[in-house]
Structures are given as structure tokens and as C-alpha cells.
């Protein structure tokens, strides 16, 4: 195998679709490579995601010679020369090759170029703009190949240019340091990230949101994530501070119970102590309801899930927060005890497994059975009836839960 081929093994880019899409594009002397995460991946012995093409025709151009080839075209961002392609189930980005004529961001004014270096010059990052041809062929103007090896993340040309292009790169940075990075970062990028911290505070709270997660989704993030805290940025995005050691807890966590990383409750230990911490992440990065309520239940701020309460009150929480808030809330508080890898907090999380919580067998017709009126002492008598039922243990005899509901109308008084 050549150097300056892709490794025998990505087979990907020989997949047939993607082959007649390369073939398409590469016709009156002009040419279409793949360009960036799939040949980046590649390299890096990553699995391969999205594919990404770039190629010398301008987008309508190539949407017409695509719809030829009977591929379905969708004009995703014609203006700044992107359009998607799709056959057969396999979905393909494809860009015009572009140099920059006004920089600001994701909104920059372009001119389309026939210049393969033009157009990688405007890129990111080095490792980012490596170009494969369709027999495997790389193409890699800034060196990208050798950062890879060497675990450096380097902006292309002036890093703080770069910066200034589109603010995002500060935590985009980070994310690749986090994904490819070994050893000390770039001195020179992360000096112009702390000098363009300022320009986060223009990025929309959804973009934010957005790339810490995909930060966070990166199985051994931590130095990363240390880097990024030791800039001071990280903190002014979060408002707040940052907790890396909890952070690091639970991915040593999710490593030992073989779980896949879970960057929201990630963020969670990293970033929230109390509510009113829940509360502000959500509004600073603009946090579904489902997620801010997910987070903000996880918390435990009294702390009184964890292998201390006895077995009853394990299997007590397990009914009343469902298995799913019950593993979170486990994961929570065993990142924050500090036990570190502890048998007995493996025990708790592992209830579910051993212990399924039954569904209370009383109803609203049980009481007026028992000559309650309608009205609201029926919900009061429930709820006191579920929580009698849950200290005896869960019974099922339907004499022993009779009796509890007594106990319960009893306990309401008089009507």
C-alpha cells in the first residue's frame, strides 16, 4: 500500500453509489474527491459516518449532471455551493470548491474556484482538509496525515484568522483535540482561542448546545475537556463552575458498567450542583424541556440515593422515578460520592436488573367501593394508600393491600 493511498481496508470508498457520484463529477477535465471527516476517520481507524464531496462544478452544474445520473438532488445550501444527492439510501454532501470573499462565519460570502488549495486553505483545521480521489488516492496540502499521527489539532494558516472566520472553531478545537489529540495541544491554537474568546459570546445558544455535546460524546474527553477549563472559556459558556474530576468519575463509570458515553448527563455532572444550576444551563444553551427535566431529576441534592439507604429504599426510588431517571440519578450521585469503581454503587445501579417495581394495584373505583364520595379526599386516600403499600414492601395479596386502604380512609378522618 502507498503512502498516498487510503488503507486497504476502507472498502467505503468503493461503494458503488459513491464511485458513479465521483465518476459523475469527474468529466471535462474537472474532478471530485471526498474531503474531510470520512478520509480523516479513515486514517485515524475510526468508523466512517457522513461522506463529503467537493468538487470543481459550480452546484448547478453538478445538481444537472446528478439528476443524469439518477441520483434525486436537494438544493441544501446552493448559495454557499452545497447540494445533497441521494440514491438507494445513501445520502452524499456535495460543495463547490470555494474561496472566501467576506468571512463572518457560517454566513461568509464565497467565490466559487477551481483551486483544490484555495479551497482547502479556507478549511479549519489541517486534519480536516485532506482530499481522496475515487481509487483511494489522498491529497493533503497541509500536512494533515502528519498531525494526525503526531495527535496535534493545528489551525490552517493564521489560527486566529481562523478564529476570527467563525467563532464556533474555539469549541471546534476542542472537539478534535478531544476525538485526535495526544500530548500537549497546539501552543499557537490555543493561544488564539483564549485570544477570540470573546466572539463566543455571539454564537447562538443552539450552535453552543450543538458542539459541547458532540465534545462530550467523545469516549476519553477529559484532558479536552481540563483544556478547555483552563482557558477560562469554558466557564464563561456555562456560567458557572466547571467540575472536570466529577466529569472524569463517570466516564470511568460508563467504562466499567460497558456504557456508551451520555453527553447530556455528561454535561450534567460537569456543569450542575444544584437547580438553580440546572435551570441556568438550560436557558444558556437553550435545553429542550425533556433534557433541563432529565438533568434537574438526575440531581439529587439531598444525596439520599446511594448505597447506605437499605435495599427498601433503593426499590422505593426505583418505583416512584421509573428505571430510567433511577439510572440517572445512580450515575449522578455515584460520579459526586467520589467511590470511584465501588461494588456497592455497581449494586445499586444494577436494580433494575434484579427488581422489577410493580404497578400500584389500587384505583380510583377501590375507594368509592368503600363508600368515599367523589371528589378530591379519593386522591388524597390514594396517595396515602401507594405510599402504606410501598413501606410494607410492595404487597400483592389483594387482603394485605384491602387492609392498607383502610388504614388509609382511616387515616384521611371524617368526611
Same mark, same amino acid.
Given at each position: 500500500?502507498?503512502?498516498?493511498?487510503?488503507?486497504?481496508?476502507?472498502?467505503?470508498?468503493?461503494?458503488?453509489?459513491?464511485? &458513479?457520484?465521483?465518476?459523475?463529477?469527474?468529466?471535462?477535465?474537472?474532478?471530485?474527491?471526498?474531503?474531510?471527516?470520512?478520509?480523516?476517520?479513515?486514517?485515524?481507524?475510526?468508523?466512517?459516518? *457522513?461522506?463529503?464531496?467537493?468538487?470543481?462544478?459550480?452546484?448547478? #452544474?453538478?445538481?444537472?449532471?446528478?439528476?443524469?445520473?439518477?441520483?434525486?438532488?436537494?438544493?441544501?445550501?446552493?448559495?454557499?455551493?452545497?447540494?445533497?444527492?441521494?440514491?438507494?439510501?445513501?445520502?452524499?454532501?456535495?460543495?463547490?470548491?470555494?474561496? *472566501?470573499?467576506?468571512?463572518?462565519?457560517?454566513?461568509?460570502?464565497?467565490?466559487?474556484?477551481?483551486?483544490?488549495?484555495?479551497?482547502?486553505?479556507?478549511?479549519?483545521?489541517?486534519?480536516?482538509?485532506?482530499?481522496?480521489?475515487?481509487?483511494?488516492?489522498?491529497?493533503?496540502?497541509?500536512?494533515?496525515?502528519? &498531525?494526525?499521527?503526531?495527535?496535534?489539532?493545528?489551525?490552517?494558516?493564521?489560527?486566529?484568522?481562523?478564529?476570527?472566520?467563525?467563532?464556533?472553531?474555539?469549541?471546534?478545537?476542542?472537539?478534535?483535540?478531544?476525538?485526535?489529540?495526544?500530548?500537549?495541544?497546539?501552543? %499557537?491554537?490555543?493561544?488564539?482561542?483564549? @485570544?477570540?474568546?470573546?466572539?463566543?459570546?455571539? =454564537?447562538?445558544?443552539?450552535?453552543?448546545?450543538?458542539?459541547?455535546?458532540?465534545? =462530550?460524546?467523545? #469516549?476519553?474527553?477529559?484532558?479536552?475537556?481540563?483544556?478547555?477549563?483552563?482557558?477560562?472559556? =469554558?466557564?464563561?459558556?456555562? %456560567?458557572?463552575?466547571?467540575?472536570?474530576?466529577?466529569?472524569?468519575?463517570?466516564?470511568?463509570?460508563?467504562?466499567?458498567?460497558?456504557?456508551?458515553?451520555?453527553?447530556?448527563?455528561?454535561?450534567?455532572?460537569?456543569?450542575?450542583?444544584?437547580?438553580?444550576?440546572?435551570?441556568?444551563?438550560?436557558?444558556? !444553551?437553550?435545553?429542550?424541556?425533556?433534557?433541563?427535566?432529565?438533568?434537574?431529576?438526575?440531581?439529587?441534592?439531598? %444525596?439520599?440515593?446511594?448505597?447506605?439507604?437499605?435495599?427498601?429504599?433503593?426499590?422505593?426510588? !426505583?418505583?416512584?422515578?421509573?428505571?430510567?431517571?433511577? @439510572?440517572?440519578?445512580?450515575?449522578?450521585?455515584?460520579?459526586?460520592?467520589?467511590?470511584?469503581?465501588?461494588?456497592?454503587?455497581?449494586?445499586?445501579?444494577? !436494580?433494575?436488573?434484579?427488581?422489577?417495581?410493580?404497578?400500584?394495584?389500587?384505583?380510583?373505583?377501590?375507594? !368509592?367501593?368503600?363508600?368515599?364520595?367523589?371528589?378530591?379526599?379519593?386522591?388524597?386516600?390514594?396517595?396515602?394508600?401507594? *405510599?402504606?403499600?410501598?413501606?410494607?414492601?410492595?404487597?400483592?395479596?389483594?387482603?394485605?393491600?384491602?387492609?392498607?386502604?383502610?388504614?388509609?380512609?382511616?387515616?384521611?378522618?371524617?368526611?
Amino acid at each position: 500500500m502507498s503512502d498516498d493511498r487510503l488503507p486497504e481496508n476502507a472498502s467505503w470508498i468503493f461503494e458503488p453509489n459513491l464511485q &458513479d457520484l465521483l465518476g459523475t463529477l469527474s468529466r471535462d477535465g474537472a474532478i471530485a474527491r471526498v474531503v474531510g471527516g470520512a478520509v480523516r476517520d479513515t486514517l485515524s481507524k475510526m468508523p466512517v459516518g *457522513d461522506i463529503d464531496i467537493a468538487t470543481e462544478f459550480a452546484p448547478d #452544474d453538478a445538481a444537472g449532471f446528478l439528476q443524469g445520473a439518477g441520483f434525486k438532488v436537494i438544493e441544501t445550501g446552493k448559495s454557499h455551493g452545497t447540494i445533497t444527492a441521494l440514491r438507494d439510501g445513501r445520502v452524499f454532501q456535495v460543495t463547490t470548491l470555494r474561496v *472566501d470573499v467576506r468571512p463572518h462565519g457560517r454566513h461568509a460570502e464565497v467565490a466559487f474556484t477551481r483551486d483544490w488549495e484555495g479551497d482547502a486553505a479556507r478549511r479549519d483545521f489541517t486534519i480536516n482538509a485532506i482530499y481522496a480521489d475515487a481509487d483511494g488516492r489522498i491529497h493533503d496540502p497541509f500536512d494533515g496525515r502528519a &498531525d494526525l499521527a503526531a495527535g496535534q489539532v493545528r489551525f490552517i494558516g493564521d489560527a486566529d484568522q481562523r478564529v476570527r472566520e467563525d467563532y464556533l472553531r474555539i469549541l471546534r478545537y476542542f472537539r478534535f483535540l478531544a476525538a485526535f489529540g495526544s500530548g500537549k495541544p497546539d501552543a %499557537g491554537g490555543l493561544a488564539a482561542c483564549i @485570544r477570540g474568546r470573546a466572539g463566543v459570546a455571539d =454564537l447562538s445558544a443552539e450552535r453552543l448546545r450543538a458542539e459541547l455535546l458532540k465534545l =462530550l460524546a467523545v #469516549d476519553d474527553c477529559l484532558a479536552a475537556v481540563e483544556a478547555f477549563a483552563h482557558t477560562g472559556i =469554558l466557564m464563561d459558556i456555562l %456560567g458557572g463552575v466547571v467540575q472536570p474530576g466529577t466529569l472524569a468519575q463517570l466516564a470511568e463509570i460508563e467504562r466499567h458498567l460497558v456504557r456508551d458515553p451520555d453527553p447530556l448527563l455528561r454535561l450534567g455532572v460537569l456543569a450542575i450542583r444544584t437547580r438553580e444550576d440546572a435551570a441556568r444551563l438550560a436557558d444558556r !444553551l437553550r435545553l429542550s424541556n425533556d433534557e433541563h427535566t432529565r438533568l434537574a431529576t438526575a440531581l439529587d441534592e439531598a %444525596g439520599h440515593l446511594s448505597p447506605v439507604l437499605a435495599e427498601a429504599g433503593w426499590k422505593e426510588n !426505583l418505583y416512584r422515578l421509573g428505571e430510567d431517571t433511577f @439510572r440517572d440519578r445512580v450515575l449522578f450521585n455515584w460520579a459526586r460520592s467520589g467511590a470511584g469503581l465501588d461494588a456497592a454503587w455497581r449494586d445499586l445501579y444494577e !436494580l433494575p436488573e434484579r427488581w422489577t417495581a410493580p404497578t400500584l394495584p389500587l384505583r380510583g373505583e377501590d375507594v !368509592l367501593a368503600r363508600g368515599i364520595e367523589a371528589g378530591p379526599d379519593v386522591g388524597r386516600i390514594l396517595d396515602r394508600a401507594e *405510599d402504606l403499600w410501598i413501606e410494607a414492601g410492595f404487597p400483592g395479596e389483594d387482603s394485605v393491600i384491602l387492609k392498607l386502604l383502610d388504614r388509609a380512609i382511616a387515616d384521611a378522618g371524617p368526611a
